[in-house]
Protein backbone atom coordinates (compact mmCIF):
# COMPACT_ATOMS: atom_id res chain seq x y z
CA UNK A 1 0.00 0.00 0.00
CA UNK A 2 3.00 1.99 0.47
CA UNK A 3 4.13 1.79 -3.04
CA UNK A 4 0.68 2.41 -4.47
CA UNK A 5 0.13 5.42 -2.64
CA UNK A 6 3.53 7.35 -3.42
CA UNK A 7 3.08 10.71 -4.25
CA UNK A 8 3.80 11.54 -7.79
CA UNK A 9 3.89 15.60 -6.98
CA UNK A 10 5.62 17.26 -4.96
CA UNK A 11 2.38 18.97 -4.17
CA UNK A 12 1.64 15.14 -2.20
CA UNK A 13 4.76 14.88 -0.33
CA UNK A 14 3.51 14.99 3.04
CA UNK A 15 5.99 17.21 5.74
CA UNK A 16 9.33 18.62 4.63
CA UNK A 17 7.99 22.33 4.23
CA UNK A 18 11.77 23.64 4.69
CA UNK A 19 12.28 22.42 1.36
CA UNK A 20 9.05 22.17 -0.20
CA UNK A 21 8.23 26.04 -0.88
CA UNK A 22 8.34 28.04 -3.45
CA UNK A 23 11.97 29.76 -2.52
CA UNK A 24 14.13 26.51 -2.50
CA UNK A 25 15.51 25.34 -5.05
CA UNK A 26 14.30 21.99 -4.95
CA UNK A 27 11.05 23.46 -6.15
CA UNK A 28 12.34 24.73 -8.84
CA UNK A 29 14.63 22.06 -10.99
CA UNK A 30 12.47 21.90 -13.85
CA UNK A 31 13.68 25.51 -14.93
CA UNK A 32 17.28 24.42 -14.37
CA UNK A 33 19.58 23.46 -17.34
CA UNK A 34 20.93 20.76 -15.24
CA UNK A 35 20.60 19.19 -12.58
CA UNK A 36 23.30 18.69 -9.64
CA UNK A 37 23.93 15.92 -8.06
CA UNK A 38 22.33 15.88 -4.95
CA UNK A 39 22.56 13.69 -1.31
CA UNK A 40 19.06 13.15 0.45
CA UNK A 41 19.43 12.30 4.19
CA UNK A 42 16.49 11.42 6.74
CA UNK A 43 14.89 9.02 8.76
CA UNK A 44 13.28 6.33 7.11
CA UNK A 45 9.61 6.68 5.52
CA UNK A 46 10.63 10.38 5.05
CA UNK A 47 10.67 10.15 1.26
CA UNK A 48 13.88 9.95 -0.16
CA UNK A 49 13.05 7.85 -2.71
CA UNK A 50 9.84 9.22 -3.70
CA UNK A 51 11.62 13.12 -3.97
CA UNK A 52 14.13 11.15 -6.09
CA UNK A 53 11.69 9.98 -8.65
CA UNK A 54 10.00 13.07 -8.55
CA UNK A 55 12.74 14.75 -9.32
CA UNK A 56 13.62 12.41 -12.46
CA UNK A 57 9.97 12.85 -13.89
CA UNK A 58 10.42 16.61 -13.45
CA UNK A 59 13.50 17.08 -15.19
CA UNK A 60 12.35 14.43 -17.81
CA UNK A 61 15.48 11.98 -16.87
CA UNK A 62 15.46 8.51 -17.65
CA UNK A 63 15.60 6.80 -13.86
CA UNK A 64 17.53 3.97 -12.44
CA UNK A 65 17.66 2.84 -9.11
CA UNK A 66 20.01 0.59 -7.51
CA UNK A 67 20.48 0.05 -3.75
CA UNK A 68 24.07 -0.04 -2.12
CA UNK A 69 23.85 -3.10 0.25
CA UNK A 70 23.26 -5.13 -3.02
CA UNK A 71 24.72 -3.31 -5.69
CA UNK A 72 28.38 -2.43 -6.80
CA UNK A 73 30.01 -0.16 -8.70
CA UNK A 74 30.07 -2.81 -12.08
CA UNK A 75 26.29 -2.43 -11.94
CA UNK A 76 26.45 1.40 -11.81
CA UNK A 77 28.06 0.95 -14.97
CA UNK A 78 25.90 -1.51 -16.24
CA UNK A 79 22.93 1.20 -15.59
CA UNK A 80 25.06 3.19 -17.72
CA UNK A 81 25.41 1.46 -20.78
CA UNK A 82 22.09 0.46 -20.79
CA UNK A 83 20.92 4.26 -20.46
CA UNK A 84 23.75 4.70 -23.37
CA UNK A 85 21.50 2.73 -25.67
CA UNK A 86 18.11 4.29 -25.18
CA UNK A 87 17.29 7.73 -26.09
CA UNK A 88 17.80 9.83 -22.98
CA UNK A 89 18.03 13.26 -24.76
CA UNK A 90 17.33 14.83 -21.25
CA UNK A 91 19.79 12.59 -19.20
CA UNK A 92 19.94 10.33 -17.09
CA UNK A 93 19.54 9.67 -12.63
CA UNK A 94 21.16 6.78 -11.23
CA UNK A 95 19.26 6.97 -7.57
CA UNK A 96 21.85 5.12 -5.45
CA UNK A 97 19.77 4.03 -2.23
CA UNK A 98 21.71 3.59 1.50
CA UNK A 99 24.96 4.93 -0.43
CA UNK A 100 26.56 4.86 3.14
CA UNK A 101 26.99 0.82 2.52
CA UNK A 102 29.43 1.58 -0.34
CA UNK A 103 33.20 1.56 1.21
CA UNK A 104 35.62 4.38 0.55
CA UNK A 105 36.75 2.76 -2.37
CA UNK A 106 33.36 2.63 -4.28
CA UNK A 107 32.42 5.85 -3.52
CA UNK A 108 35.82 7.12 -4.83
CA UNK A 109 34.80 5.04 -8.56
CA UNK A 110 31.18 7.30 -8.36
CA UNK A 111 33.56 10.52 -8.91
CA UNK A 112 34.22 9.48 -12.33
CA UNK A 113 30.42 9.34 -13.23
CA UNK A 114 29.93 12.33 -11.75
CA UNK A 115 32.83 14.41 -13.23
CA UNK A 116 32.18 13.39 -16.76
CA UNK A 117 28.74 14.52 -16.69
CA UNK A 118 27.44 10.72 -17.82
CA UNK A 119 24.76 10.87 -14.80
CA UNK A 120 23.06 12.84 -12.47
CA UNK A 121 23.49 10.70 -9.44
CA UNK A 122 21.11 11.18 -6.29
CA UNK A 123 22.24 9.17 -3.42
CA UNK A 124 20.07 8.48 -0.18
CA UNK A 125 21.22 7.85 3.23
CA UNK A 126 19.93 7.35 6.82
CA UNK A 127 22.80 8.64 8.45
CA UNK A 128 24.87 11.82 8.45
CA UNK A 129 26.30 12.41 5.41
CA UNK A 130 29.38 14.26 6.65
CA UNK A 131 30.16 10.95 8.99
CA UNK A 132 29.15 8.40 6.35
CA UNK A 133 30.20 9.79 2.68
CA UNK A 134 33.32 10.47 0.96
CA UNK A 135 34.12 14.43 1.18
CA UNK A 136 35.07 14.28 -2.30
CA UNK A 137 31.22 13.23 -3.47
CA UNK A 138 30.23 16.19 -0.80
CA UNK A 139 31.98 18.23 -2.32
CA UNK A 140 30.39 18.02 -5.90
CA UNK A 141 26.58 17.52 -4.74
CA UNK A 142 23.93 19.33 -2.90
CA UNK A 143 22.92 18.39 0.79
CA UNK A 144 18.86 17.83 1.06
CA UNK A 145 18.12 17.31 4.82
CA UNK A 146 14.49 15.64 5.39
CA UNK A 147 13.04 15.63 8.62
CA UNK A 148 10.54 13.67 10.93
CA UNK A 149 6.89 13.96 9.60
CA UNK A 150 4.55 15.53 12.15
CA UNK A 151 1.64 13.77 13.26
CA UNK A 152 -0.80 16.36 11.60
CA UNK A 153 0.67 15.98 8.00
CA UNK A 154 0.84 11.77 8.63
CA UNK A 155 -2.83 12.69 8.97
CA UNK A 156 -2.58 13.94 5.72
CA UNK A 157 -0.96 10.77 4.06
CA UNK A 158 -3.11 8.67 5.92
CA UNK A 159 -6.61 10.08 4.48
CA UNK A 160 -5.35 10.39 1.37
CA UNK A 161 -4.48 6.24 1.53
CA UNK A 162 -8.09 5.75 2.42
CA UNK A 163 -9.20 7.21 -0.79
CA UNK A 164 -6.78 5.06 -2.83
CA UNK A 165 -8.04 2.38 -0.70
CA UNK A 166 -11.92 3.31 -1.30
CA UNK A 167 -11.22 3.30 -5.23
CA UNK A 168 -8.73 -0.19 -5.91
CA UNK A 169 -11.67 -1.87 -3.53
CA UNK A 170 -14.89 -0.35 -4.50
CA UNK A 171 -16.12 0.61 -1.26
CA UNK A 172 -16.37 3.07 1.72
CA UNK A 173 -13.88 3.72 4.49
CA UNK A 174 -14.70 5.72 7.36
CA UNK A 175 -11.66 5.57 9.84
CA UNK A 176 -12.44 7.98 13.24
CA UNK A 177 -9.60 10.93 14.33
CA UNK A 178 -8.84 8.34 17.49
CA UNK A 179 -7.78 6.07 14.93
CA UNK A 180 -5.75 8.48 13.01
CA UNK A 181 -4.04 10.07 16.31
CA UNK A 182 -3.06 6.33 17.23
CA UNK A 183 -1.32 5.73 13.84
CA UNK A 184 0.51 9.03 13.65
CA UNK A 185 1.73 8.71 17.08
CA UNK A 186 2.92 4.85 16.38
CA UNK A 187 4.21 6.02 13.08
CA UNK A 188 6.67 8.09 14.98
CA UNK A 189 7.85 10.36 11.48
CA UNK A 190 7.75 7.64 9.52
CA UNK A 191 5.07 7.82 6.44
CA UNK A 192 5.37 4.27 5.45
CA UNK A 193 4.99 2.77 8.57
CA UNK A 194 1.83 4.72 8.58
CA UNK A 195 0.46 3.65 5.58
CA UNK A 196 1.40 0.10 6.41
CA UNK A 197 -0.45 -0.10 9.55
CA UNK A 198 -3.67 1.69 7.66
CA UNK A 199 -3.78 -0.95 5.54
CA UNK A 200 -3.12 -3.71 8.13
CA UNK A 201 -5.91 -2.29 10.32
CA UNK A 202 -8.21 -2.20 7.04
CA UNK A 203 -7.64 -6.27 6.23
CA UNK A 204 -8.39 -6.48 9.77
CA UNK A 205 -12.08 -5.33 9.63
CA UNK A 206 -14.89 -6.77 7.60
CA UNK A 207 -16.63 -4.32 4.83
CA UNK A 208 -20.15 -4.25 5.66
CA UNK A 209 -22.82 -3.32 3.11
CA UNK A 210 -19.16 -2.28 1.47
CA UNK A 211 -18.50 0.08 3.67
CA UNK A 212 -15.46 -0.50 6.49
CA UNK A 213 -16.03 1.50 9.40
CA UNK A 214 -11.97 2.50 11.17
CA UNK A 215 -12.77 3.35 14.87
CA UNK A 216 -11.53 0.45 17.35
CA UNK A 217 -7.92 0.79 18.47
CA UNK A 218 -7.80 -3.12 19.12
CA UNK A 219 -5.95 -4.22 16.21
CA UNK A 220 -3.44 -1.34 17.30
CA UNK A 221 -3.19 -1.65 20.67
CA UNK A 222 -1.71 -5.95 19.57
CA UNK A 223 0.73 -4.07 16.93
CA UNK A 224 1.84 -1.18 19.06
CA UNK A 225 2.76 -4.43 21.26
CA UNK A 226 5.63 -5.30 18.67
CA UNK A 227 5.93 -1.85 17.32
CA UNK A 228 9.18 0.12 17.96
CA UNK A 229 9.69 4.22 17.77
CA UNK A 230 11.98 4.86 14.74
CA UNK A 231 13.29 7.40 16.49
CA UNK A 232 11.40 8.95 19.12
CA UNK A 233 7.43 8.94 20.09
CA UNK A 234 7.72 13.13 19.73
CA UNK A 235 9.14 13.07 16.21
CA UNK A 236 12.80 13.44 17.46
CA UNK A 237 15.07 13.19 14.61
CA UNK A 238 17.84 10.91 13.96
CA UNK A 239 21.11 12.62 15.10
CA UNK A 240 19.11 14.15 18.16
CA UNK A 241 18.91 10.02 19.35
CA UNK A 242 22.45 9.73 18.70
CA UNK A 243 23.23 12.91 20.62
CA UNK A 244 21.40 11.69 23.42
CA UNK A 245 23.15 8.21 23.18
CA UNK A 246 26.70 9.71 23.28
CA UNK A 247 25.45 12.42 25.81
CA UNK A 248 24.22 9.27 28.16
CA UNK A 249 27.80 7.69 27.96
CA UNK A 250 29.69 10.68 28.43
CA UNK A 251 27.45 11.59 31.61
CA UNK A 252 28.05 8.21 33.08
CA UNK A 253 24.41 7.33 32.98
CA UNK A 254 24.42 3.25 32.53
CA UNK A 255 20.46 2.68 31.81
CA UNK A 256 20.02 5.88 29.41
CA UNK A 257 22.70 4.74 27.72
CA UNK A 258 21.40 1.73 27.40
CA UNK A 259 17.89 2.52 26.72
CA UNK A 260 19.01 4.77 23.76
CA UNK A 261 21.24 1.87 22.29
CA UNK A 262 17.84 0.17 22.23
CA UNK A 263 15.90 2.62 20.43
CA UNK A 264 19.03 2.29 17.65
CA UNK A 265 19.43 -1.25 17.45
CA UNK A 266 15.46 -1.52 16.91
CA UNK A 267 15.76 0.63 13.70
CA UNK A 268 19.10 -1.62 12.78
CA UNK A 269 21.75 0.97 13.22
CA UNK A 270 24.99 -0.31 14.10
CA UNK A 271 27.79 1.70 12.05
CA UNK A 272 26.43 5.27 14.07
CA UNK A 273 26.31 3.20 17.37
CA UNK A 274 30.10 1.94 16.94
CA UNK A 275 30.78 5.34 15.47
CA UNK A 276 29.30 7.36 18.67
CA UNK A 277 31.17 4.38 21.09
CA UNK A 278 34.64 4.91 19.37
CA UNK A 279 34.38 8.44 19.23
CA UNK A 280 33.24 8.92 23.14
CA UNK A 281 35.33 6.14 25.05
CA UNK A 282 38.58 8.37 23.21
CA UNK A 283 37.15 12.12 23.91
CA UNK A 284 35.18 11.14 27.57
CA UNK A 285 37.62 8.19 29.15
CA UNK A 286 40.62 9.11 27.23
CA UNK A 287 43.59 8.63 29.77
CA UNK A 288 41.06 8.20 33.04
CA UNK A 289 40.60 4.10 31.58
CA UNK A 290 43.24 3.97 28.46
CA UNK A 291 43.09 0.40 27.92
CA UNK A 292 39.47 0.56 27.08
CA UNK A 293 40.21 1.84 23.63
CA UNK A 294 41.20 -1.58 22.35
CA UNK A 295 38.49 -3.57 24.30
CA UNK A 296 35.69 -0.95 22.63
CA UNK A 297 37.43 -1.89 19.38
CA UNK A 298 37.22 -5.35 19.30
CA UNK A 299 33.62 -5.22 20.53
CA UNK A 300 32.37 -2.63 17.79
CA UNK A 301 34.43 -5.26 15.62
CA UNK A 302 32.22 -7.87 16.80
CA UNK A 303 29.37 -6.16 16.01
CA UNK A 304 29.64 -5.16 12.49
CA UNK A 305 30.97 -8.47 11.81
CA UNK A 306 27.66 -11.08 13.50
CA UNK A 307 25.09 -8.29 12.92
CA UNK A 308 21.99 -8.12 14.21
CA UNK A 309 20.03 -8.93 16.30
CA UNK A 310 23.26 -10.95 18.07
CA UNK A 311 25.52 -7.23 17.65
CA UNK A 312 23.21 -6.14 20.38
CA UNK A 313 25.06 -7.95 22.70
CA UNK A 314 28.65 -6.86 22.54
CA UNK A 315 27.73 -3.66 21.78
CA UNK A 316 25.88 -3.68 25.32
CA UNK A 317 29.30 -4.72 26.54
CA UNK A 318 30.56 -1.91 24.93
CA UNK A 319 28.38 0.66 25.93
CA UNK A 320 28.15 -0.13 29.78
CA UNK A 321 32.15 -0.62 29.87
CA UNK A 322 32.24 2.84 28.61
CA UNK A 323 29.23 4.08 30.43
CA UNK A 324 30.89 2.94 34.07
CA UNK A 325 34.47 4.01 33.21
CA UNK A 326 35.64 6.84 34.48
CA UNK A 327 36.15 9.72 32.57
CA UNK A 328 38.47 12.59 31.36
CA UNK A 329 38.60 14.74 28.32
CA UNK A 330 42.74 15.47 28.63
CA UNK A 331 43.67 14.27 25.59
CA UNK A 332 40.67 16.47 23.58
CA UNK A 333 41.58 19.49 24.92
CA UNK A 334 45.37 19.27 24.86
CA UNK A 335 44.65 18.28 20.89
CA UNK A 336 42.01 21.10 20.53
CA UNK A 337 44.62 23.91 22.14
CA UNK A 338 47.49 22.84 19.92
CA UNK A 339 45.11 23.52 16.80
CA UNK A 340 43.55 26.67 18.09
CA UNK A 341 47.33 27.80 18.36
CA UNK A 342 47.85 26.87 15.46
CA UNK A 343 45.46 28.51 14.01
CA UNK A 344 46.08 31.57 15.51
CA UNK A 345 49.30 31.97 13.80
CA UNK A 346 51.98 30.44 16.64
CA UNK A 347 53.64 28.49 13.43
CA UNK A 348 57.18 28.44 14.32
CA UNK A 349 60.07 26.41 12.82
CA UNK A 350 61.34 23.12 14.23
CA UNK A 351 64.35 23.17 16.49
CA UNK A 352 67.58 22.96 15.03
CA UNK A 353 68.83 19.46 16.68
CA UNK A 354 65.38 17.99 16.14
CA UNK A 355 65.42 18.18 12.27
CA UNK A 356 66.17 15.21 10.14
CA UNK A 357 69.67 16.68 9.34
CA UNK A 358 73.43 15.42 9.56
CA UNK A 359 74.56 16.83 13.16
CA UNK A 360 77.96 18.35 11.54
CA UNK A 361 75.71 21.15 9.23
CA UNK A 362 73.63 22.69 12.44
CA UNK A 363 74.23 26.13 12.71
CA UNK A 364 74.57 26.43 16.52
CA UNK A 365 76.16 22.76 16.65
CA UNK A 366 73.26 22.06 19.12
CA UNK A 367 73.18 18.53 19.51
CA UNK A 368 70.25 15.86 19.74
CA UNK A 369 70.66 14.36 22.99
CA UNK A 370 69.27 10.59 22.31
CA UNK A 371 66.89 9.89 25.82
CA UNK A 372 68.29 5.82 26.02
CA UNK A 373 71.79 6.95 26.46
CA UNK A 374 70.89 8.48 29.35
CA UNK A 375 70.03 7.14 33.32
CA UNK A 376 66.06 6.34 32.96
CA UNK A 377 65.78 6.80 29.32
CA UNK A 378 65.51 10.78 30.00
CA UNK A 379 67.40 13.51 29.62
CA UNK A 380 66.62 17.71 29.80
CA UNK A 381 66.36 18.84 26.47
CA UNK A 382 63.64 21.54 24.87
CA UNK A 383 61.74 19.73 22.17
CA UNK A 384 58.94 22.78 21.28
CA UNK A 385 60.28 25.92 19.23
CA UNK A 386 61.67 28.26 21.72
CA UNK A 387 58.61 30.91 21.52
CA UNK A 388 56.82 27.81 22.99
CA UNK A 389 58.95 26.59 25.68
CA UNK A 390 56.50 27.43 28.47
CA UNK A 391 53.43 26.65 26.84
CA UNK A 392 51.36 23.61 28.15
CA UNK A 393 48.85 21.71 26.40
CA UNK A 394 48.89 18.62 28.53
CA UNK A 395 46.48 18.84 31.75
CA UNK A 396 46.37 15.40 33.88
CA UNK A 397 43.13 15.37 35.27
CA UNK A 398 42.23 13.37 38.82
CA UNK A 399 42.27 9.35 37.85
CA UNK A 400 43.80 6.89 38.10
CA UNK A 401 45.94 6.83 35.46
CA UNK A 402 46.88 10.45 34.74
CA UNK A 403 47.65 10.69 38.61
CA UNK A 404 50.14 7.81 38.23
CA UNK A 405 51.60 9.54 35.22
CA UNK A 406 51.75 13.14 36.24
CA UNK A 407 53.65 11.24 39.77
CA UNK A 408 56.22 9.59 36.96
CA UNK A 409 56.78 12.73 35.11
CA UNK A 410 57.29 14.66 38.32
CA UNK A 411 59.82 12.39 39.39
CA UNK A 412 61.34 12.29 36.26
CA UNK A 413 61.64 16.20 35.20
CA UNK A 414 61.15 17.49 38.92
CA UNK A 415 58.32 19.49 37.25
CA UNK A 416 54.04 19.75 37.68
CA UNK A 417 52.42 18.37 34.38
Not at 193 to 198: C, D, Q, W
Not at 301 to 307: E, H, N
Not at 323 to 338: C, E, R, V
Request: aromatic share 8%.
Amino acid sequence: MAEISRPTSLDQIVGQKHILNESHWITNLSKFESVPNIIIYGPPGTGKTTLAKIISQQTNKKFFKLNATSSSIADIKEAIQVSCTLENSSGVIIYLDEIQYFNKKQQQSLLEFMENGQVTLIASTTENPYFSIYPAILSRSQIVELKPVEKCEIKRALLRACKILETKNNLKISISEEVLQKIATLSSGDVRKAINTLEICFLNEKAIENKIILSSIKTLKSLEENSFLSYSKDGDDHFNLLSAFQKSLRGSDPDASIYYLARLLQVGEINSICRRLLICTCEDVGLANPQIINTVKSLTDIAAQVGLPEARIPLANAVLLVALSPKSNSTYNAINDALNDLKNGLVFPVPEHLRNVKPSSLKNHTKYLYPHDYSENWVKQDYLPSELTSKKYYHPQNNKYESAFANYWENKTHKKL
